[in-house]
């Protein structure tokens, strides 16, 4: 079975950083894109970022292109998010997902996505 585990939440200052960690499943890196999301309360999940299985290629969403970064450890069969200058509007539960339909990142939808981690809360203040 596949599992995703997110880990590396917390309280900072606007400003601050953060390091996300998304322990995986063996393999998964391989055969799977990852995608990071986050959910604010009252909004809908949205894509953050994605890495792909098949050469690694990134996506960010506009709002935190330059500030965050993915990255991936085969060795740890860990997918991470740097978090760089983080502002309030960064405050969410952020979650680590599979793409069920490709391997290749595209805009990271959450519809496309399953195995989902149980999510860690981010909280930025001003």
């Known amino acids: 079975q596949v599992q995703f585990v997110e880990s590396g939440g917390g309280l900072v200052q606007s400003g601050g950083s953060l390091r996300l960690s998304c322990a995986v499943s063996?393999?998964?890196?391989?055969?799977?894109?990852i995608g990071w999301f986050r959910q604010a309360p009252g909004k809908e999940r949205e894509g953050v970022s994605c890495?792909?299985?098949?050469?690694?290629?990134?996506i960010y969403a506009d709002s935190v292109k330059a500030r965050f970064t993915i990255s991936r450890d085969y060795a740890k069969n860990t997918v991470y998010l740097q978090m760089n200058s983080l502002k309030p509007e960064d405050t969410a539960v952020y979650y680590c997902?599979?793409?069920?339909?490709?391997?290749?990142?595209?805009?990271?939808?959450?519809?496309?996505?399953?195995?989902w981690g149980q999510g860690t809360q981010v909280t930025v203040s001003p």
């Open positions: 997902a599979a793409n069920l339909m490709r391997r290749l990142c595209r805009e990271p939808v959450a519809h496309e996505y399953g195995f």
């Open positions: 063996p393999f998964a890196l391989n055969d799977y894109a």
């Open positions: 890495i792909s299985a098949s050469d690694g290629s990134t």
